[in-house]
């Protein structure tokens, strides 16, 4: 996929765009690292999801990094060779390092590398993204599309439950203290992105109540903060993909109006979640990319 300003679009796999779903839309994709038992590694290039689960339940310990800055200034020199302009779409700098890393390498290049900083990781990224193609190929250059997409980087919101919130306490995304507040007996939570950052939201017993709590908090967003406004809404599980398939049922018999689609978490990020999470995230059509056609 080309445009007319030649500006590559670039994020990391923490957005859930695989490297072929990028391959046809010309997007640059950065695989985002993670270490089991001392061995680093990246999803569907030396572990596959089965793979990666097999070991959480054995009691495997997964931890998260940044992509390797050598890599990532390679890549920023060489697409430079064949674009003329680079927007790099990261995970939420609320959340990793990597996109301060990447806008200090950026700074090297005269304004030609833009590193977008909106918050958003997970289906809110993947929108991003997709939203900066239609941009580009609307005639927005870099700075016009970083400077588009930061000022909604507001206008989302996030609900998670997981299992064994342990995943996330290790992986420094939320602290004892602040679970030790509500007592998880026979509960499992839900977490609201705020700013990028997870805080507890609210408590419910069962799935079924789990989901309940995550689609009554959507439907409030959307007739409150986003009230009037064109909405999108997507879903995210890890899990088995019937377990995607039977949130993407329920999602879309809650809210009938929406085409809704629901991604499986990257393995990088479900590092911090463990097995059996799931997620929804509504968010504000960006009204200045209306050419947005893709759904990946």
């Known amino acids: 996929m080309t445009n007319e300003n030649d500006i ?9 765009i695989t490297e072929e779903e990028g391959k046809k839309l010309g997007i640059g994709i950065v695989p985002m690292p993670f270490t089991i038992d001392k061995k680093q590694y990246f999803e569907n290039v030396n572990i596959s999801r089965d793979e990666f689960f097999d070991m959480l339940s054995h009691g495997k310990k997964a931890s998260t990094s940044q992509p390797s800055v050598s890599n990532l200034l390679s890549l920023f020199e060489n697409g430079l060779k064949a674009h003329r302009e680079i927007v790099y779409i990261p995970m939420s700098s609320a959340l990793s390092g990597s996109c301060m890393t990447a806008k200090c390498l950026a700074s090297s290049f005269m304004g030609r590398v833009q590193v977008v900083d909106n918050l958003r990781i997970s289906c809110t990224q993947k929108q991003s993204v997709l939203e900066a ?24 919101r996030v609900y998670l439950s997981v299992e064994n919130p342990d995943y996330l306490k290790e992986g420094g995304r939320i602290k004892d203290a602040e679970l030790a507040s509500y007592p998880l007996v026979d509960m499992r939570p839900v977490f609201q992105m705020e700013s990028g950052n997870l805080i507890f939201y609210t408590k419910a017993k069962g799935i079924k109540n789990v989901q309940k709590r995550i689609l009554e908090a959507v439907a409030y967003d ?8 064109d909405v999108i809404i997507k879903g995210a599980y890890t899990g088995s993909k019937e377990k995607g398939r ?3 049922k329920t999602l879309s018999e809650y809210f009938p109006a929406h085409l809704i ?10 590092c911090h979640t463990g ?11 960006i009204q200045e990319a209306p050419f947005v056609k893709y759904e990946i």
């Not at 190929?137 to 400077?147: D, L, P, S, V, Y």
């Not at 097995?275 to 059509?285: F, G, N, Q, Y």
Request: charged share 20%; hydrophobic share 40%; with cysteine.
């Open 261 to 270: 689609s629901v991604d499986a978490l990257p393995l990088s990020i479900s």
């Open 222 to 229: 959307m007739s409150h903060s986003f009230f009037g406004k």
């Open 8 to 16: 590559w679009i670039v994020t990391d796999s923490n957005s859930g």
């Open 246 to 248: 039977q949130w993407l």
């Open 133 to 156: 193609v239609s941009l580009a190929e609307g005639g927005k250059n870099a700075q016009e599309i970083k400077t588009i997409l930061e000022s909604h980087k507001g206008d989302f």
């Open 275 to 285: 097995p059996d999470s799931i997620a929804a995230a509504c968010m504000e059509k």
